[in-house]
């Protein structure tokens, strides 16, 4: 009997189809879902702030991606790196901000596909090991997740963390493309 389902989720198209089966599966089994984000450190200013727009982010997240890119253009422009570009860390505070609103938009998305209880959780880490310390830590039947994440460099990325976490998981493992 499946009693706890782990969805992680970065937004992403495959994430959301992630999100509506497992909350399909959560709904018809009268089990738990666990949307598990976590916080994205490989995406650069950037991509971040695309994504915020998508999801709807506050014109204050906005407004500090766009101080952060413009931080990334000066220090480039002022280097000796030939005009390489130097890349800054999103800070963690607006990757929890933006964790937030992808994780509220799941849990809405979960409801409506017929779950009924769900939990989130916002961490930081490495994403295979995250899904896989959930996964243990909630006592989770199966992990319904996407095949992809955002961007070509990320779908390279979470192409290999749904693979190590199918490898390693000790529950049953569903990939969505």
């Known amino acids: 009997m499946i009693k706890t389902i782990v969805v992680p989720t970065d937004g992403s198209d495959h994430a959301n189809k992630a999100i509506d089966l497992g909350a399909d599966i959560a709904g018809k089994y009268g089990a738990r879902i666990v949307i598990l984000h976590v916080l994205m450190h490989h995406m650069s200013a950037t991509d971040v702030k695309i994504l915020s727009r998508e999801i709807g982010a506050p014109a204050s997240v906005i407004a500090k991606l766009e101080e952060l890119e ?73 992990i319904v997740m996407g095949s992809r994440g955002l961007g070509k460099f990320a779908d390279l990325f979470m192409g290999g963390v749904s693979h190590k976490v199918s490898h390693l998981s000790s529950c049953t493992c569903v990939t969505v493309k």
Request: overall charge negative; charged content about 20%; hydrophobic content about 50%.
């Open 70 to 142: 413009q931080s990334m253009l000066d220090a480039t422009m002022a280097s000796a790196t030939g005009g390489a570009p130097i890349m800054l860390p999103v800070p963690s505070d607006i990757l929890s901000e933006v964790g937030k609103l992808i994780t509220d938009k799941a849990v809405e998305a979960a409801k409506a596909k017929g779950a009924s209880d769900v939990a989130v959780q916002i961490v930081d880490g490495s994403a295979a090991e995250a899904i896989l310390a959930a996964a243990e830590t909630e006592h989770a039947d199966m």
